[in-house]
């Protein structure tokens, strides 16, 4: 059976030109980039390079960049890093409710140290309303972290809207730009970002690497301690090879963006045309535009999503209930819950996320099996 993977918003494979990359950095590069003697000397040269590879795709300078390893960590460090950092006893911290849990867990974390939280509702669509964002900013309001767009449904923010509000307040937003980068314009051009966290294993680059965009001059303080390492904002030894990684991921992804954006669009088009006119009672989750051209959340009544995926994986079809991190467990998504789906519609919800090795055929084959598959799911349920 050939097998046909719809999960690239979970992860994606690493293209062989990245791999090409890395592998040097192993055995035959092999050294430490602090070390003064030339074994450090190439490691050195490929980090640097990396950084500026990753600072041109984001559009700031080198020494905004810090290295990480991956979203979580970058996440972590952007929310814990900027309220630590912040200055006054009384510190408030705005985010979303349907934030990735790596930004959710940290403003949890800071909220049982004694840091005001509010956690902001979102529409049906998933979006935040840049009203009710500068309603909810206090004078002590130290950061602001909505993520531009979601891993869940794909909604994309309004994000100038809400950069527009943090900066005439003068408070910092940090975007969680995981899932948007490589498939929408993810810049930092905008005044009013002032953290932005990318993942290399999202855009075709390795597991484990990741950096976070910090405006020159904005507040952190580290989160792991040691070195001086990236500034001494983010001690340890780097992960050469993965940054390396990062590092082309990054350069391949720009280079691609739109015209593999508009591939990737039309086939979504294509996957939930098919869907819907063949089956009852479905409806696609997120917004009808603002959203990421590969991710389709599709909630089917009647049926229960791990059943589904059970019988899609039997037909050779890796497809997801929601996010990764979650998939194992059955707990509802917090996400759909936030957008007002009923949690019964929500437990039958499929993610399809498409990417390169998406072809129209592959496409057709999930079109032709679903229907079939949900009603004989819908005869036992
Ligand atoms: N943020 C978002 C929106 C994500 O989708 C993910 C991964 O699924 C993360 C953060 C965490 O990234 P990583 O897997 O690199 O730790």
Request: proline share 6%; charged share 20%.
């Amino acid at each position: 059976m050939r097998r046909i993977y719809l999960d690239y918003a979970a992860t994606t494979p690493v293209r062989p030109e990245v791999l090409g990359a890395m592998l040097p950095f192993f055995s035959e590069d092999f050294g430490n980039p602090s070390s003064a003697h030339w074994y450090g000397a190439g490691p050195r040269a490929a980090v640097a390079r990396a950084r500026g590879e990753v600072a041109t795709a984001l559009g700031c300078d080198e020494d905004e960049i810090v290295f990480t390893a991956g979203g979580t960590e970058s996440d972590n460090l952007a929310v814990k890093g900027c309220v630590r950092a912040a200055a006054g006893g009384r510190k408030h911290v705005v985010t979303s409710a349907i934030e990735h849990k790596a930004v959710l867990e940290s403003c949890r974390a800071l909220a049982a140290e004694g840091v005001e939280l509010t956690v902001l509702p979102v529409d049906g669509f998933g979006r935040v309303s840049p009203d009710a964002l500068r309603g909810a900013l206090r004078p002590h309001t130290v950061l602001v972290s909505i993520m531009q767009a979601n891993n869940e449904v794909g909604t994309l923010q309004d994000l100038p809207a809400l950069a527009s509000v943090c900066r005439d307040a003068g408070v910092p937003l940090h975007t969680d730009a995981v899932q948007a980068f490589g498939k929408v314009p993810t810049g930092v051009t905008d005044p009013g970002v002032t953290y932005l966290s990318i993942s290399a294993h999202k855009f075709y680059g390795p597991k484990g690497a990741g950096a976070l965009f910090v405006r020159r001059g904005a507040p952190l303080a580290p989160v792991i301690h040691g070195g001086g390492h990236e500034r001494s904002r983010r001690a340890g030894t780097e992960n050469v090879s993965g940054l390396v990684g990062l590092g082309v991921a990054a350069r391949l992804a720009m280079a691609d963006l739109e015209a593999e954006g508009r591939r990737l669009d039309a086939l979504r088009k294509c996957l939930w045309e098919g869907l819907s006119a063949a089956i009852p009672d479905v409806r696609l989750n997120g917004h009808p535009i603002w959203r990421l051209p590969h991710v389709a959340s599709v909630s089917i009544a009647g049926i229960g999503g791990v059943s589904m995926i059970q019988a899609l994986e039997a037909e050779g079809m890796a497809v997801s209930s929601g996010s990764a991190c979650m998939s194992e467990s059955p707990v509802p998504s917090h996400v759909l819950a936030a957008m007002g789906i009923d949690g019964a519609l929500a437990a039958g919800t499929v993610r399809f996320s498409l990417g390169r090795h998406t072809t129209p055929d592959q496409i057709d084959r999930v079109v032709g099996a679903l229907p079939g598959i949900v009603e004989r799911l819908r005869r036992v349920h």
